[in-house]
């Protein structure tokens, strides 16, 4: 692989790094996907990460780059690389002018630009399909030197992790008409651009009508990819376009041909958009996949077995649905919209999927619906509609929630958009303790090194330890708002605000 192109901005104060050398983890690994792989929990095994840093002054900061400034995707890192989405404040490429949905392909080890995809934003002037100025908000996938991942068009794409560095590699051949908008001359491929395997429009060929962003980090399961697709509501936020659309969908990681999709008609219940991405988990030896919907129920799906065939599009065979709210409106959900009383639920987290049990946050609409929203511990060892038996415990959440949980030795720890962290009992739901961080919170924990890795929108990333008594062991500002997720990997913490990435990294002299 040639060397990464490009040259970064750093905090630190030049010689700093040459005065220190990084601590290495006992336990560094790569972190190729949001969250643990399949099971979706917010936990990492990285060890030795700071508790104390400083972005003003460097101070155990390894290296920092811009991410533009509207920047709310978490990344993921892998093979020596690290990929996070940004847009195109900061042109990175003067060929590229005007907004831009982009994903950084950055060198793990000094942040430096190895390539980046670089994609118009949907033409037609309806901005609720593909909301201005925004970055690519879906987490990457990675597996080997491919990468997975939905652009801000709502395309799935695979891409090389190498780039253009080591050729065009097919059969998609045609970046430079992808990377130009409608209206202009296809542009010339560079080795500082994106190489695309192969791409799915789930607009044009699943059928979909997306809302606001696409956000979607793909579960890979060995030759399958699962996603959800970002079906939602239009402009007006009271119709769904495409009701027969599906929101769960099943793509071949070789080719891109859409394998299998539900039957379950979400789509005229949706009442904002479908944002959840699936888990996996083994139960009781069936392989299965769970998924919250845009409806506020929580379904698991069998697997689709890898030796299998198809010659036909298949529909995933659900194996149990659980309403985690039942008691709300079912009929003509839109009606209720800015009801901040009474609404439909919906899921906006990732469910986990721990000890034959699945946990997902669940409420009402952070901008259209009520207020009431709940942390659900679901037996996942039951079959059919288990909305009256399947809750093994639910603990109320002050107000919305985004957040995936964090599940360790025992408790979960979860976010709020009150600004409060939460620490309960996985096993009874009983409260442990609450902090008050401030500030809305619209990422979620992230548990790595017995700590618990917390930010907000007010620029505050908060440190606990992970443990049945509370004690907070440090709170730094950040000069922008933190709406992403921390990400630990290779002995180094990322914290990406709405306008850097951060690699934190224990420093000591030598």
């Known amino acids: 692989m040639k060397a990464c192109l490009g040259s970064i901005r750093p905090l630190i104060v030049a010689g700093f790094l040459t005065a220190c050398c990084f601590s290495e983890s006992a336990q560094a690994a790569d972190q190729p996907q949001w969250g643990e792989r399949h099971s979706r929990n917010m936990v990492s095994g990285e060890a030795g990460l700071p508790d104390t840093f400083e972005p003003n002054t460097g101070k155990n900061i390894r290296w920092s780059v811009s991410l533009g400034n509207n920047a709310y995707g978490s990344p993921v890192v892998a093979a020596g690389r690290v990929l996070i989405g940004a847009n195109n404040v900061e042109r990175r490429d003067p060929r590229h002018r005007g907004d831009r949905g982009v994903l950084l392909c950055l060198n793990e080890t000094d942040g430096s630009l190895c ?113 959800n697709t970002c079906n939602g509501v239009d402009n007006t936020h009271r119709k769904i376009r495409r009701p027969d659309a599906p929101s769960l969908i099943v793509v071949d990681k070789s080719t891109g041909r859409l394998l299998a999709q539900d039957g379950e008609q979400i789509g005229p219940r949706i009442f904002h958009s479908t944002w959840s991405s699936p888990a996996l988990g083994e139960v009781d030896g069936s392989r299965q996949i769970f998924f919250g919907g845009g409806d506020g129920v929580c379904y698991a799906f069998e697997a689709l077995h890898q030796s299998a065939e198809f010659e036909s599009l298949q529909t995933l065979k659900r194996v149990w649905r659980f309403d985690c709210d039942p008691s709300a409106p079912k009929e003509e959900v839109h009606r209720y919209l800015e009801n901040r009383h009474e609404s439909p639920s919906n899921i906006k987290s990732m469910p986990v999927f721990f000890s034959n049990r699945v946990y997902v946050t669940v409420g009402g609409d952070i901008w259209w619906g009520k207020n009431k929203a709940w942390l659900k511990c679901i037996d996942a060892l039951q079959t059919g509609d288990i909305t009256d038996s399947g809750e093994l415990w639910s603990y109320p959440l002050e107000l919305h929630s985004c957040s995936t949980p964090s599940i360790w030795n025992g408790l979960v720890f979860v976010a709020d958009c009150a600004g409060n962290v939460h620490c309960v009992d996985a096993e009874t739901g009983q409260l442990q303790w609450i902090h008050e961080l401030g500030g809305e919170i619209w990422g979620s924990t992230l548990v790595a090194d017995g700590k618990v890795y917390v930010g907000s929108r007010s620029g505050d990333l908060c440190i606990l330890a992970a443990e049945k008594e509370k004690r907070l062991l440090g709170t730094v500002r950040f000069d922008a708002p933190v709406s992403s997720t921390p990400v630990a990997a290779n002995g180094v913490l990322y914290v990406a605000t709405q306008e850097r990435l951060y690699a934190i990294q224990k420093t000591e002299s030598r």
């Open 115 to 227: 390539w980046q995809l670089v994609v118009p934003r949907i033409e037609g002037g309806d901005k609720y399909k593909d909301w201005p100025r925004i970055s690519m908000c879906s987490p990457p996938t990675v597996d080997g030197e491919r990468v997975y991942t939905v652009t801000n068009r709502f395309e799935v794409v695979c891409l090389d992790l190498n780039g253009q560095a080591d050729g065009n590699d097919g059969p998609y051949r045609d970046e430079g008409r992808h990377m130009a908008p409608s209206d202009k001359p296809p542009m010339d491929v560079t080795e500082m651009d994106a190489d695309i395997i192969w791409l799915l429009d789930m607009r044009s060929e699943v059928g979909i009508y997306p809302h606001d962003a696409a956000h979607s980090s793909i579960l890979l399961d060995d030759s399958y990819l699962y996603l």
